[in-house]
């Protein structure tokens, strides 16, 4: 059964970076049938597509973030990460990691999520 | 403001059934884009409970069904309980974004 682990600080000062990690069991992370991707939440709002990566590294980035993203995928430890940059207040939410179902671009698989607070 | 618009709340009683909207246009759902629809229940993960669509993932009770026309994407869910009491959220495909885009979400109360 696959699952996913997000990882990292959950407070980070503003104008730094914010640098996630996902983990994979159950599945490899290395198939041409799956994106592996980043989802945020703000407290109270909806939900904000960050960006997905192939693992072969090919990547797709929310234009309004992509000047400050960076998704990097791990196939010889089978995890993926995420770097946001110059975070401020705006960037404080609840991360999710997914899998992204190749055709489709549904999220058929969640990690628990991770509340990253951007404060000083 | 969300490329795609869902109602903000609905609600029903025990049994009965709902549905909930997505409309977007024809640069999304219109343009042949698949809905997908998450259930979120209050302090979880958002769920994948219909892709593509129409088609509900292993696990997901036939209850909840997904329907698609024109540049509008629709959620029932009959035979309520009190469980389905949760955030649905819509997604699709943008072709003038280049990406994917959410509904802002449903709250679903259960009364």
């Known amino acids: 059964q696959l699952q996913l682990q997000e990882s990292g600080p959950g407070l980070v000062k503003p104008s730094e970076t914010l640098s996630l990690t996902c983990i994979v069991s159950g599945g490899s992370i290395s198939s041409s049938s799956y994106y592996w991707g980043w989802i945020r939440q703000p407290p109270g709002k909806g939900l904000e597509l960050i960006g997905r990566?192939?693992?072969?590294?090919?990547?797709y980035y929310n234009p309004s973030l992509e000047s400050r993203v960076t998704i990097s995928v791990d196939t010889s430890k089978n995890q993926f990460s995420l770097k946001l940059r110059s975070v401020t207040a705006a960037d404080t939410a609840m991360y999710y990691c997914?899998?992204?179902?190749?055709?489709?671009?549904?999220?058929?698989?969640w990690g628990q999520g991770t509340l990253v607070t951007v404060s000083s | 403001q969300s490329v795609l618009t869902q109602p903000p709340s609905v609600s029903g009683a025990p049994g009965q059934r709902v549905t909930i909207s997505c409309t977007g246009s024809s640069s999304n759902i219109g343009a042949g884009y698949a809905a997908h629809w998450y259930q979120q229940v209050p302090g979880t993960a958002p769920k994948l409970l219909i892709y593509s669509n129409n088609n509900r993932p292993s696990g997901v009770p036939d209850r909840f069904s997904g329907s698609k026309s024109g540049t509008s994407a629709s959620l029932a869910i009959t035979g309520l309980q009190p469980e389905d009491e949760a955030d649905y959220y819509c997604q699709s495909y943008d072709s003038s974004l280049s990406g994917v885009v959410f509904g802002g979400g449903t709250k679903l109360t259960v009364l």
């Open positions: 997914v899998r992204v179902e190749f055709n489709s671009l549904s999220s058929d698989h």
């Open positions: 990566a192939f693992y072969s590294g090919n990547t």
